[in-house]
């Protein structure tokens, strides 16, 4: 138990140091970016905004340390102020219509390439040397290797421009009302099937390699050899003695990964116009809408550290060790 | 030295990264000496497929698609090296020192790693970028090193770690070496295929991140680079009105730096690592063996 205690305890503190960053970045920035974004936005946002802003921002005058607690506070009780670019909206309602898009995209792909990976990843390594290791792990090192723009943008000429298959953009057809209904979730389903696809190309290499190496180190283990001298099936050897510890460091590395997954997902949104937390964010660089970029930024950091927090749970029911300790 | 050479050579997958790369240094160094088209000039009619006068065809500002990707390699690979270099060396300096000196030091020093390396790197790159304007290439490499580090560093103090309970590090711990002599010459010289794994990685990792910034539009539009190309071409809706070379060329040349970097990484992993290069033959062995086993099971039985 007191492994999760101290675990609790990093993430809290993980958080507390991104949310500073947050807070001295803009501090440290030439020239004060509330003007910068009111010279942009000056008629279309009310004085009242500007108040409200200066506010939640904590750069209304005051010393630097209770500037710094009124920010705390404010992020601490989940009020991140009002959007710009969407105004009359506050960040937290531009944020929770995007991220329901966000998990479905990045959640689906993340779960396909993972499972994909590793089931490849057992059988490449199984038969080390063979035509399948031959030929998947050096395209895995290629994907591994390419840029998510650019598997994003290629499947969208593919699919969408030349071979007119799929929809080029947003998660469903718009003239739709969103609903529980037959049309609604078969179009979402054929506008996320070339999103959530291109990006599971681009996390399944990673994945793929990492079960394929723990997998060979595991072969190479006394307790694997043991099962084969016992006599047992190939299959249990390579499920039940090797591809069981060698998934514990790809469950690992599923946590860790979480930061490049929103990253790829967010390429991905905006080169498929998907409605989901990066376009959200594209959109607010575009603008220098502030609010909502730093919004996102916290937002992302709890994200991650909430999935961290699942793996090590994960992590304790997977390895007996810990349970115990 | 030269026997390393030799194993090296033999590994198909380390020659093939090494040959890409090579190329591209050549590409980057040579390629804008002998070109004598400005990327920056309007050479033809906007959007013009390959022909022989534009060889990669021309943007929608009518600018030749050839000249800007060999500027462009020059731009991307200066950054990737440039932001590896800082990486490894702030990765570096910190693991060694917080695996060498340990304690309180090594905690705090950990403790921060962990920190930064579970915080989203590209969503606080973006917010970084965001806050500076449209940034240059070499803000992009600086602020790309400075973020970038921890892994390094995680990975460089467990190696240390291990290294520091050796015999010969006792040995000459005891004989009175000095902490200097014992960092640069008993621990850096065990520590270069690491160090060689970070720098690799992480010059991967700037060309595509720096690649991302950029087609996001928080580069400098100005500039010319692989990033800056696809922005333009996303602004311009290449793809859309079916001008693909415009998208394919500086996709193809940042696929390609990575797969001939990821290919050597591998490559060398392969040497360093005994496993995985005899690991094949000891289960062709098995393989072997248990086939016999088989024959002879159904011969004695028959």
């Excluded at chain 2, 696809?230 to 311009?236: D, G, K, P």
């Amino acid at each position: 138990m007191s492994f999760v205690i101290r675990r609790l305890a990093f993430y809290l503190v993980a958080f507390f140091v991104a949310a500073t960053a947050n807070f001295i970045l803009p501090r440290m920035m030439p020239g004060n970016p509330i003007d910068v974004m009111f010279a942009q936005q000056a008629t279309t946002l009310p004085p009242e905004a500007r108040q409200a802003l200066i506010e939640t921002f904590g750069f209304a005058s005051g010393p630097l340390h209770l500037q710094f607690l009124d920010y705390m506070k404010s992020v601490f009780t989940g009020n991140l102020g009002y959007s710009i670019r969407f105004y009359p909206q506050t960040v937290n309602q531009v944020l929770a219509y995007a991220l329901p898009w966000t998990l479905l995209l990045a959640g689906t792909a993340t779960i396909l390439a993972f499972c994909v990976g590793s089931v490849i990843g057992t059988y490449a390594a199984w038969r080390r040397g063979g035509a399948l290791d031959a030929i998947v792990t050096p395209l895995s090192l290629a994907l591994q290797a390419t840029p998510a723009v650019v598997i994003a943008l290629t499947a969208l000429f593919i699919f969408g421009v030349a071979l007119k298959w799929l929809p080029t953009g947003y998660a469903f057809n718009p003239s739709l009302d969103p609903g529980w209904t037959w049309a609604f979730i078969s179009s979402t389903f054929v506008h996320g099937l070339m999103p959530v696809f291109s990006l599971m190309i681009v996390f399944v290499g990673g994945y793929l390699v990492t079960m394929r190496n723990n997998m060979i180190g595991q072969l190479g283990e006394d307790h694997v050899t043991m099962g084969m001298a016992k006599g047992l099936s190939d299959r249990r050897v390579q499920f039940n003695y090797a591809a069981r510890n060698a998934l514990l460091p790809s469950v690992t590395s599923l946590g860790l990964t979480l930061g490049a997954i929103l990253g790829g997902s967010l390429v991905t949104e905006v080169v498929f116009n998907y409605p989901g937390l990066g376009q959200i964010l594209y959109l607010g660089i575009v603008t220098r809408d502030y609010p909502l970029i730093q919004g996102q930024l916290l937002m992302t950091t709890f994200a991650t550290l909430l999935a961290n927090l699942a793996v090590d749970l994960l992590y304790v029911l997977l390895d007996p060790r810990l349970r115990k300790a | 030295m030269f026997e390393t050479l030799k194993v090296f050579l033999r590994n198909r997958k380390a020659l093939t990264g090494l040959i890409i790369v090579l190329v591209y240094v050549a590409v980057a160094v040579f390629g804008p000496l002998l070109l004598n088209v400005d990327p920056m000039d309007r050479v033809g009619r906007p959007h013009q497929p390959p022909s022989p006068d534009e060889l990669l065809g021309t943007t929608r500002m009518g600018r030749d698609v050839f000249a800007q990707v060999i500027y462009g390699t020059r731009t991307s690979l200066a950054v990737g090296f440039f932001a590896g270099t800082i990486i490894v060396l702030i990765g570096t300096f910190l693991g060694i020192a917080a695996g060498y000196f340990g304690g309180w030091f090594d905690e705090v020093i950990t403790f921060f790693t962990n920190v930064v390396l579970v915080i989203p790197q590209l969503p606080l790159l973006l917010v970084i970028a965001a806050f500076m304007g449209q940034t240059s290439p070499l803000v992009i490499a600086i602020i790309i090193g400075l973020t970038s580090w921890a892994w390094g560093a995680r990975v460089t103090r467990s190696q240390t770690l291990t290294l520091r309970n050796r015999e010969y590090i006792l040995a000459s711990e005891l004989t009175g070496e000095r902490p200097a002599r014992m960092i640069f010459v008993e621990l850096l010289p065990n520590l270069l295929s690491i160090i060689g794994f970070n720098f690799i990685g992480s010059v991967t990792y700037t060309i595509i991140t720096q690649a991302t910034l950029e087609f996001l539009g928080l580069g400098n539009p100005m500039s010319v680079s692989w990033g800056t190309m696809l922005y333009h071409a996303q602004n311009t809706s290449a793809i859309t009105i079916g001008a693909w070379w415009e998208v394919l060329v500086p996709a193809v040349a940042v696929a390609g730096i990575g797969v001939g970097l990821s290919l050597l990484n591998f490559g060398v992993d392969e040497i360093s690592n005994p496993r995985l290069r005899t690991l094949g033959t000891v289960a062709a062995a098995v393989r072997a063996q248990q086939k016999l086993d088989r024959q002879r099971l159904a011969e004695t039985r028959a």
